[in-house]
């Protein structure tokens, strides 16, 4: 089955604590991307990849961090969370960066206090 | 850079109307655009999409229309029915390649 798998799902930290979401898609996709989902803000992008070892800025890539070392994996790392950056977070992925079907993961509600 | 935005934020039908949600786009250099619907508690899940060389695409009780002369596009859902309630996003991309710019989202309820 296709999947676009985050995790954690859920989590609570505190400001300042390193943290890292992963993500893993199971498709060989190409590109992937990661999104933030707030309320009257829609979904806004943060970094994407197009392929292994290629990484660029989205639209809020502030206090934000990513690697593409593997094809299937595109973690997000939060190197000194912020309680502005609480907010539901989503790994996508397609096979090209696009003209495919984007796929999305079920979603990260970070909280940062 | 890119904004998109939609005119309305809620949208109420009853089963079996056709509804319309509307997008509007200010890049008139982008060329992919994509509708997708979130139900709660999931993520985005794509529904159709359109390049700018095609003014109408048509899927599964779906239709999705593309106006760029001023960069509007449309999602039409026909026989609306209740499981269709949830926010749709429209999302444009090409301008850089790799971005994507959703709009604030629409929801949509159903009413049986």
């Known amino acids: 089955e296709a999947q676009v798998t985050q995790n954690p799902r859920y989590l609570i930290t505190v400001t300042g604590k390193k943290l890292t979401v992963t993500c893993s898609q199971n498709m060989n996709h190409e590109y992937m991307s990661w999104y933030r989902q707030d309320p009257g803000l829609g979904l806004r992008q943060i970094y994407y990849?197009?392929?292994?070892?290629?990484?660029d800025k989205g639209d809020v890539p502030e206090g934000y961090k990513v690697s593409r070392k593997e094809k299937r994996n595109f973690p997000l790392i939060l190197e000194s969370p912020s309680p502005n950056q609480t907010s539901l977070y989503f790994c996508?992925?397609?096979?090209?960066?696009?003209?495919?079907?984007?796929?999305f993961g079920e979603g990260s509600w970070l909280t940062v206090v | 850079g890119e904004s998109v935005g939609l005119h309305l934020p809620t949208l109420s039908v009853q089963e079996g109307d056709n509804s319309i949600i509307n997008c509007a786009y200010s890049n008139s250099a982008s060329d992919y655009f994509i509708w997708y619907k979130q139900e709660s508690g999931k993520g985005p899940q794509f529904i159709i999409d359109i390049r700018s060389n095609m003014d109408k695409r048509q899927g599964q009780r779906v239709t999705v229309l593309l106006n760029k002369t001023v960069k509007h596009l449309s999602l039409q859902i026909a026989a609306t029915q209740p499981g269709d309630s949830a926010v749709y996003f429209c999302?444009?991309?090409?301008?850089?390649?790799?971005?994507?710019?959703f709009g604030q989202g629409t929801i949509l309820t159903v009413h049986p």
């Open positions: 999302a444009v991309g090409g301008t850089s390649y790799g971005k994507l710019t």
């Open positions: 996508a992925s397609s096979l090209r960066a696009s003209g495919n079907t984007i796929y």
């Open positions: 990849s197009m392929n292994v070892e290629v990484t």
